[in-house]
Every structure is written in C-alpha cells, then in structure tokens.
C-alpha cells in the first residue's frame, strides 16, 4: 500500500470542490490500496418508530458487489450483521474476523456464518471497518472490503484519518455539516409544549392527531413546529427530530 497517496488523499479531498470529485478521488486511492469495496455510510438518528437498520438508505459514498444489497436486505443479515452489532460498540477500527470472534457464542452464530459465506461468494472475502464518532457516538462508518488485505498500524491510522477526512468533506460539500455540529444554544431552551409537541412528532403523529391529542387547533400545532424548527435549526420537522434526538432532548 502506498501510505504517500493516503496522506496525500488528504490534502486532495479537501481541495475537491463538489461531492462527485471527493468521491472519485476516494474511490481511485481505495482501489489502488487494493480494496474492491467499500461504503461510507452516515448512521441517522432514530426515532422509536423508525427502527430500520437497513444501513443503504444512509449511504454517503459506496460500491458493492452486484446483487449484495439485495441479497443482504432479503435475508435481513442488518439484523444480525456481526459487523454492525460490533460497530455499536467499537472506539476503534477493527476487522471483520474480530467482529465474529466476538459473537462466538451467539445465538444467530450460524445465520452469521452463513452470511460471511454469501458474503465471500459475492467477492467480499475480508474487510475492515473504520467508525467515525462525534460528541454523542457513533455518525458514520468507513467499510472496506474485498481480497483479504494485511494492514499495518500506520496504514489503519491513516485509513481512519481518510475515512473521517471524506466524511467531513462530503457533508461541507452537500452543505449539512453545519446542522450536524449545531448545538442548541442554552439560552433558548425549549418550553414544556414544545417538549409535548416534539414527543409525539418523534412517535410519527400528524398535526391533525397532535392538535386533538393536546386539544388545540390544527394551526397552534403549526406554529409550534415552526417555533422547533427555528429553534433547532432545522430545515423540517424530520430534521428537527433527528437533532432533537442528537442533543439528547427526546430518547
């Protein structure tokens, strides 16, 4: 592997002036590193209604083997993917045969071993995965994969400094890295209606059932949103939902 183009992917991506760029030139090192595959994929917050770890939809940047996507969302493997349930967890990169080490005695061992198989017959025979955290945990993750490759510590250093590198650069480039680092001014803190209004947004409540809930009109309802929003910093209500969940202020 030639550590100089890594440290070099550094400088370029952040001279990269639109997403398209960042991602060629991301994928052009990845390749020459000897990496097929790869994903950098952005995990969102969730409401309680929205529990879906189907991990595509979140995708920032990838190229998987034809048919693996389908393959993998079919037999629903995000639920037991080893390699996500160790994500969860993980300060540090680590490789795919540590994640099933240590889900050794699982109880969907064998439904895990069977999609390593799938995954090795689609050309994913090894990979690693390099997580990306911010104040509140995990924000995205870096999976490498393809031919079985031996990194060195120095190359997984600089693989993780790539991979948060790119992620950082994609979102400035598609403009949502400042909602993602907003943080809620304390001095507008949000008042117990809106607290109110905000729970039952997050469980997927119109206005309408909100306004019979709370026994107020259609367009009081509104004007609360609209005050969240502005709060928040929010384009939408489902972005203030998920910064809302970010800042800690529902659960």
């Keep these: 592997m030639n550590i100089n183009s890594l440290i070099q992917l550094l400088v370029i991506l952040e001279e ?5 760029a960042a991602i060629t030139e991301l994928e052009q090192i990845l390749r020459g590193c000897g990496f097929e595959y790869y994903a950098l994929l952005r995990h969102l917050p969730q409401s309680p209604v929205q529990q879906n770890p189907e991990p595509w939809p979140a995708s920032l940047a990838g190229r998987w083997p034809e048919q693996w996507p389908q393959l993998y969302a079919a037999k629903k493997y995000a639920l037991i993917d080893p390699t996500v349930r160790y994500l969860a967890h993980a300060q540090r990169p680590f490789r795919w045969r ?3 080490a240590a889900f050794h005695k ?7 071993e069977q999609m390593m198989v799938d995954a090795f017959g689609h050309g994913l025979e090894d990979g ?3 997580p990306i955290h911010g104040r509140n945990g995990i924000l995205a ?12 510590p120095v190359e997984i250093a600089l693989l993780e400094a790539v991979a948060r590198k790119a992620f950082w650069r994609l979102l400035d480039l598609k403009g949502e890295a400042q909602a993602l680092e907003t943080v809620l001014p304390a001095d507008t803190p949000l008042t117990r209606r809106e607290m109110e209004i905000l729970h039952y947004l997050a469980e997927g409540m119109t206005s309408m059932e909100i306004s ?3 026994k107020i009109s259609n367009h009081t309802v509104d004007w609360y949103m609209n005050g969240l929003q502005d709060k928040l910093k929010a384009k939408n209500r489902q972005q203030a939902v998920a910064l ?7 659960s």
């Design 244 to 250: 809302a969940f970010r800042h800690g202020l529902i």
């Design 128 to 130: 690693y995965i390099f």
């Design 106 to 112: 699982d109880a969907y061992q064998r439904r895990m």
């Design 212 to 214: 019979k809930m709370l």
């Design 16 to 20: 990269c002036s639109n997403p398209e």
């Design 141 to 152: 993750s870096l999976s490498l994969a393809g031919k079985p490759i031996e990194l060195s």
């Design 98 to 100: 540590e994640a099933m």
